[in-house]
């Protein structure tokens, strides 16, 4: 299939914005680019006018404009789950204090459709809109964990092993063999492999059909973690996964 690269620049250039660069100079895009300036100036002012992009009348910056979060708010707005799955988020916070997260597949990365921030910790790198490898998150291993190996294996295909911190996995055999030990335990987790001194535990949760649609985690400092409190807290995940899994119409065989 044919790709429109003014269609694709035009979207790149509004991947270059995030939390650290709110604001960019056209000189500061064209060199992210690799394109001529008079080409980058054509696209932010098609974007401008259709109010994707925002520019700055005292200093001629760029930044992303209102549009963005109107489509995003529709496209939210349709997540039955977020809507769900928000007041057992709420919940499972102010009973431990601990971040917790919604996540969703997206490809080969998780993607953050929900947070409720705990007093406990403040986790850095995660925020609603932003993406997570699946190999150093325990919200990415919960999201794939039913997977066959088959799935897995196409899933994989192609996939960076990224290393943010010392602890990250480096290999697809080593994280295969991570994920068989999460599809035993019901849980994941991970040890300071996306944020250095933080430890997430995440479980998976289910529709209607059985299939995993999301997965929600909780982070808290690793230096404070041990084998009590990850047994209480992914207890209080199973149980707040459960209850969400059974509203989208899941239901767990009776033992």
């Known amino acids: 299939m044919p790709i429109i690269q ?10 270059l914005f995030d939390e650290r660069d709110r604001e ?10 690799n394109l001529h300036k008079s ?4 696209l932010l002012k098609t974007l401008q006018v259709q ?8 200093t001629g910056k760029y930044s992303l404009g209102f549009k963005l979060f109107e489509r995003g708010s529709l496209v939210i707005g349709q997540l039955d789950l977020r809507i769900i799955a928000r007041k057992h988020l709420e919940e499972l916070s102010a009973t431990t204090n601990l971040t917790v997260h919604l996540v969703v597949l997206d490809g080969q990365e998780g993607v953050y459709i929900d947070k409720v921030e705990g007093s406990g910790v403040t986790v850095v790198y995660s925020r609603v809109g932003r993406r ?4 150093t998150s325990a919200v990415g ?12 294996n196409q899933l994989l295909e192609g996939y960076e092993y990224t290393t943010p911190t010392e602890k990250s996995i480096r290999s697809k055999e080593e994280f295969l063999s991570v994920i068989k030990q999460a599809r035993i335990a019901g849980y994941s987790v991970d040890n300071e ?7 997430c535990m995440a479980v998976p949760i289910k529709d209607y059909s059985g299939k995993v649609i999301a997965a929600i985690s909780m982070s808290m400092p690793a230096s404070k973690m041990n084998a009590e409190l990850l047994e209480k807290y992914v207890a209080m995940l199973k149980e707040c996964t459960a209850n969400i899994s059974r509203e989208l119409g899941y239901e767990y065989q009776k033992i």
């Open 24 to 33: 960019l100079t056209i000189t500061e895009i064209s060199k992210r680019m």
């Open 193 to 199: 492999e996306n944020e250095p001194g933080i430890f």
């Open 141 to 152: 291993k919960s999201l794939i964990v039913t997977k066959s190996d088959q799935e897995l």
């Open 6 to 15: 003014s269609v694709e620049r035009a979207l790149k250039i509004l991947d």
């Open 51 to 58: 109010r994707y992009i925002a520019q700055n009348d005292e």
């Open 132 to 135: 997570v490898p699946l190999h």
């Open 39 to 42: 080409t980058v100036h054509s």
